[in-house]
């Protein structure tokens, strides 16, 4: 029995106070295609990203090839014969294949570029594997599925033994998929390690060997592909305790609120969302569960009307707001919490009463009104938000504090303070946990329901299968940018959401394997 | 920094940290380290830089040429208006001379042609002023939005377009024939902004100016528009996803600043010596000595008076330092050049500090 | 009035040089993902280190190295601030252009007790290559010239070629399209903009030695009057790419030329002033009014 490829021991991990990784054990075998899956924030991206070199690990060994390394970043990595091929490309749009391929690694004479020598080994590598490559094309040019081979091929040409594929099929289409395997199939028959990092079940079951499962930062399975069931690994996957709040059931439903008919949106060649239709009722909240990339973001995006949709309408509240701009979609009675807060859903520069203003500065109490339209007046907008942090429990040194300074589930509570605020008839509320602590998603949770009992109508959009469970009435299921199933609240089970999740209902019918 | 962190620690340091993450803070380093460095090439040349600092101060507020800083503050402070409008969305104005010349030439214009009387036809050229220029501004806004070309970038190419019309327009079609150097007739009498009794620089000028300066700061700080200016400025996506108009706010935004530009270039030619004169607009520097306060300032209302004091007075002082101290007026540039620069660097170290979290 | 006459020719490259360097400057920086706009303040810089050079050691060329190093010395705040430090470079640009207008009046002061132009008797200025003057063609072209003026042309071709051919070259140009991805790769960007810059500097240098030294030797206060953003404008107008320089600045030197004659005749100096900008204004809207149609935007 040989030595493996590579050992990873006791890894951990904390960022900010969240535990990513906890004692994780991995041992990769060579010549076998490994799996690694878990549900978005399981930590699997972390432990990656440690194998990598591109974070330190607080504690736990490395070990590749009998040595035990200290990676310092990724050159270490390579060095150690370990390749990655990233889920968002890192590739020069303007360059050659070859010229991507060698970068940093460059064959040359003297201080020419030998690229002859790039083009041979570009040729020879693609051969040996069946990729199929043509050195002298423009990268920017091509396919994503022919721009991932070239992301396999740079990690191949700087002899990586170890090839990480982070979530290689999210931008595949299906025929690419099957010739991804048949490169994986090969690199590993040629005595190469593969590690998959996915959470489609049906891609783990068809071409890994052994997989590993990962769930809240702990390992929760080791398998042999060939000895275990879907079934066994959705639970490893997805098996939660349940939150405590309960959710006492639906009240009144109403009219509906939003209606979300054929929804189609291309970005760079790549369909995200494919004809997606949803109706949401007032009094009612409806979930839309699905791993991170599937959809949602844009999903969300095309109701506010920040991204352009290439088909479908919008409506809200009866009327329809296709054509019009975000300030006119909010105000026809939508609000949206944005799963970036940062980036998005604050403003890190500006004080905390600033951020909970905005939205509620063209109108009373805080804008003018009447004769006084388009003033503002501060003192409003401190005492207002004033009101917001006592009543949303925000911990802040006072209004005036940046929400830089704030702690992430601070910060979201500003989020949520400000957007549950204009009590708009239709709340967008995305990843609204996100990054927050257990006792403050409590709280959250708490006044999501309490916005839906007064009436309204919310579209929670989650990664976490318990969250939807906890909270939502009925539950749809995105997956490449389809919804693909849907379940009410009593047949939403964690086995069935985290099977469409993985995409295993689209195959086989709903049922699992 | 969260409640817990400022109960556990000391009292004098938390004063201190707070003082350090104001705002007002950074500038004020960035000045003070440009003093240092100042002190350090006089001292080099063999010369005194005390006696050159104190003759700084002493020619700028000198009683008898205290008409003349004030006049050179207000005109700074007016071009500091136009770099500062857009800054606080974000986006760099380098157009300001182009803005500045196109609001003289309108100011010249009216004044000529205008049959009303002298209130009138001042206030009639200051308003043709501002839209001229600030039209010429706000071509930058489309520009933008609908071509993605950088305001930065935009301004800086028509600004010598701009300059070289009104060059040629002044030395030719409007020009005083016969005249030694090119420029416009002298204004009619209606053309010539009140003057303060006896003071042969400071008009009324400078109070429009100032009325600006105290628009800008209510505008920004009291009204819907001057936040949502502000959103953008801190974050774009923010502000997007809130709702806030892009489009129309970098228009609004770059015709204010343009037509901030145009009425300084009005003010100048409605003042002794009441001509248009080609290259005099430019050539005092109210343009870039104006974008290096706004910097200074962060854009910030309140700070825009008091940077621009600063350069003001190194400008005029700085021919007094040359007299008195035999330090080179040239001094003066070299001190903005480095508070803009250790300014720059400094940012880079203030921001690292802040928003580690969420 | 014979237009294309070899004196023409000299006039414009005469007017072209010290853009050709300073855009070559910008267009390196540009290539490693940095926008220069300091190319004003860098070639004021040199021009003033060349006439003190050649001042003080009596050799020309002894004052054009001196240039050289004095702008890559000058320009190492640009580069260690933008790059290693991530500062704005507009912002550190914009003090680097007030902080070379006041070192240079400063120091013209301080040094020669002389305020506007410094033009003493004896101060070497280049010497044109008047070996040529009889060889066919090269020789109308050249002769009358400095040798920093073919110089310029074969930077710029090396440099083209450099950013084509060599290992250095593929690093470089990959630093600037997608940072993230050569510093996942083990390609420093801070130290390759860091190195581009300084280099971009001493190429300032040799646009201000040019300036300064290579037609009447004389240093004015502020005598770069705006060929560092005609530089600017070039770069733009040929979006980085060295090789496309020449074009645009022999194009901005030929109407600038061009303009000269024309004022004889009555029109306006004034239009080759603008012309420079504007064009490059037009270019830069005409290339991107193309957008994609039939996406209804809700934005």
Avoid at chain 1, 29 to 41: C, F, L, P, S, W
Avoid at chain 3, 179 to 190: D, N, R, W
Wanted: glycine share 12%; with cysteine.
């Amino acid at each position: 029995m040989t030595d493996p490829a590579a050992t990873l021991t006791g890894i951990s991990k904390r960022y900010d106070g969240v535990v990513a990784n906890d004692s994780v054990d991995l041992v990769l075998r060579r010549g076998t295609v490994h799996a690694v899956m878990g549900e978005n924030g399981a930590g699997k991206s972390t432990l990656m990203s440690i194998l990598f070199g591109l974070t330190a690990p607080d504690s736990g060994t490395i070990v590749v090839g009998g040595r035990e390394l200290r990676l310092r970043g990724p050159a270490d990595a390579i060095a150690a014969g370990l390749g990655m091929v990233h889920q968002h490309f890192r590739l020069f749009d303007s360059m050659t294949v070859a010229e991507n391929v060698v970068y940093g690694a460059e064959p040359s004479r003297g201080m020419l570029l030998d690229r002859r020598t790039a083009a041979t080994r570009v040729r020879e590598l693609s051969d040996r594997y069946g990729l199929g490559l043509d050195p002298d094309a423009t990268v920017g040019r091509l396919s994503a599925g022919v721009r991932q081979r070239v992301e396999i091929v740079k990690a191949l040409h700087r002899d990586a033994d170890i090839l990480i594929l982070d979530e290689p099929t999210a931008v595949l289409t299906p025929d690419e998929v099957t010739s991804l395997f048949a490169v994986i199939r090969r690199a590993a028959d040629a005595g190469s390690t593969v590690v998959l990092v996915t959470h489609k079940i049906h891609e783990v079951l068809a071409i890994s060997d052994e997989v590993t499962v990962l769930r809240a930062g702990r390992v929760t399975g080791r398998f042999l592909t060939g000895e275990v069931t879907g079934r066994e690994l959705v639970e490893a996957m997805t098996g939660r305790d349940v939150v405590s709040v309960v959710n006492p059931g639906r009240g009144e439903i109403g009219d509906i609120a939003l209606e979300v008919d054929g929804i189609t949106v291309h970005e760079r060649g790549v369909t995200r969302l494919a004809d997606v239709s949803l109706q949401l009722r007032r009094g009612e909240i409806l979930g839309v569960a699905g791993v991170s990339g599937n959809g949602q973001h844009e999903l969300v995006e095309a109701i506010l009307g920040a991204a352009a949709t290439s088909a479908g309408s919008v409506r809200i509240e009866g009327r329809n707001v296709t054509a019009l701009d975000v300030r006119r979609r909010r105000a026809a009675g939508l609000a949206v919490i944005p799963e970036d807060r940062r980036g998005e859903g604050t403003a890190i520069t500006m004080t905390t009463a600033e951020n909970l203003s905005v939205g509620h500065h063209r109108s009373a109490p805080i804008g003018g009104s009447g004769a006084r339209r388009g003033w503002l007046s501060p003192s409003a907008q401190r005492s207002e938000a004033k009101r917001l942090i006592a009543d949303y429990d925000i911990r802040t040194g006072s209004e005036q504090t940046l929400v830089g300074s704030l702690s992430g589930g601070n910060a979201q509570k500003v989020v949520i303070a400000r957007e549950l605020s204009h009590e708009a008839p239709v709340l967008v509320a995305e990843q609204p946990t996100q990054g927050v602590d257990v006792g403050a998603i409590e709280s959250i949770h708490r006044r999501l329901l309490d916005y839906r009992d007064a009436g309204r109508a919310v579209l929670l959009v989650s990664h976490e299968i318990s969250e939807l469970q906890a909270l939502a009435d009925r539950v749809i299921v995105l997956y490449s940018g389809r919804v693909v199933a849907e379940f009410p609240k009593e047949e939403a089970t964690t086995a069935r959401i985290g099977a469409a999740m993985t995409g295993v209902a689209e195959r086989v019918g709903g049922e699992l394997p | 920094m969260t409640n817990e962190s400022l109960v556990t620690r000391p009292l004098p340091k938390r004063f201190i940290t707070a003082a350090i993450r104001h705002p007002a803070v950074v500038p004020l380093g960035a000045v003070f380290l440009a003093v240092l460095v100042g002190a350090v090439i006089v001292a080099a040349a063999g010369l005194n830089p005390i006696a050159a600092y104190a003759a700084v101060l002493e020619g700028a507020f000198d009683p008898r040429s205290l008409d003349y800083t004030v006049s050179v503050w207000a005109f700074t402070c007016g071009m500091a208006l136009a770099a500062a409008i857009p800054l606080r969305m974000g986006e760099f104005n380098l157009g300001g001379n182009g803005q500045l010349v196109l609001g003289g030439l309108a100011a010249v214009v009216v004044a000529q042609l205008s049959p009303l009387p002298g209130v009138l036809t001042a206030l009639l050229a200051l308003i043709a002023a501002a839209l001229l220029a600030g039209a010429f501004g706000a071509i930058s806004a489309p520009l933008a939005t609908r071509f993605r070309i950088p305001i930065i970038i935009s301004t800086l190419l028509l600004s010598p377009v701009a300059v070289a019309v009104v060059s040629f327009l002044v030395r030719y079609p409007l020009g005083q024939p016969g005249a030694a150097v090119a420029q416009t007739e002298r204004l009619p009498d209606a053309g010539h902004l009140p003057s303060f009794a006896g003071l042969s620089y400071s008009n009324l000028g400078v109070l429009i100016i100032i009325a600006m300066m105290v628009a800008f700061a209510v505008v920004d700080r009291r009204t819907a528009v001057g936040f949502e200016i502000r959103v953008l400025g801190a974050n774009r996506r923010f502000g997007t996803y809130g709702g806030v108009h892009v489009g129309r706010l970098t228009f609004g935004a770059m015709a204010a600043a343009g037509a901030a530009a145009g009425i300084v270039g009005a003010i100048i030619v409605m003042s002794p010596p009441y001509r248009l004169i080609d290259g005099a607009l430019i050539s005092p520097g109210y343009t870039f000595a104006g974008l290096a306060a706004a910097l200074l300032a962060g854009g910030r209302p309140a700070l825009l008076p008091v940077t621009a004091a600063l350069f003001a007075v190194l400008q005029v002082g700085g021919a007094s330092m040359e007299r008195s101290a035999d330090v080179p007026r040239q001094l003066s540039d070299v001190l903005q050049g480095v508070v803009i620069i250790v300014l720059a660097l400094r940012t880079v170290l203030d921001a690292r500090r802040t928003g580690r979290s969420g | 009035m014979q237009v294309f006459e070899w004196s023409f020719v000299a006039a414009v490259l005469l007017a072209a040089t010290p853009v050709l360097y300073a855009s070559l400057a910008g267009a390196l920086s540009a290539q490693v993902g940095i926008f220069n706009i300091a190319l004003e303040g860098q070639m004021l810089v040199g021009a003033f280190a060349a006439v003190v050079g050649s001042y003080y050691t009596g050799s020309a060329w002894a004052g054009v190295l001196i240039a050289v190093i004095s702008t890559a010395l000058f320009s190492v705040v640009l580069a260690v601030g933008s790059a290693l430090w991530k500062a704005d470079p507009i912002i550190i640009a914009i003090g680097t252009n007030l902080l070379a207008l006041g070192v240079t009046g400063f120091l013209l002061r301080v040094l020669f007790d002389v305020s506007g132009t410094f033009a003493p008797r004896g101060l070497n200025g280049l010497d044109t290559m008047s070996f040529l003057r009889g060889v066919p063609i090269l020789g109308e072209v050249f002769a009358g010239q400095t040798p920093l003026v073919p110089l310029a042309f074969v930077f710029i071709v090396a440099a083209g070629l450099w950013l084509k051919l060599t290992k250095t070259g593929l690093r470089l140009r990959g630093v600037g399209e997608h940072p993230e991805a050569s510093a996942t790769l083990g390609v420093g960007v801070a130290r390759y903009q860091t190195w581009v810059t300084i280099a971009g500097g001493g190429l300032c240098g040799l646009a201000g030695a040019q300036l300064s030294l290579g037609n009447v030797s004389v240093f004015t206060e502020n005598m770069t009057a705006g060929r560092g953003w005609i530089a600017v404008a070039a770069v733009m107008l040929v979006a980085g790419r060295p090789l496309w320089l020449p074009l645009a600045c022999l194009g901005f030197g030929a109407a600038e030329a061009f303009g000269f004659r024309l004022q004889g005749l009555g029109a306006p100096q004034q239009l080759t002033d603008a012309a420079p900008y504007a064009i490059t204004l037009l270019v830069l809207v005409a290339t991107r009014i193309r957008r994609p149609r039939g996406i209804r935007r809700s934005a």
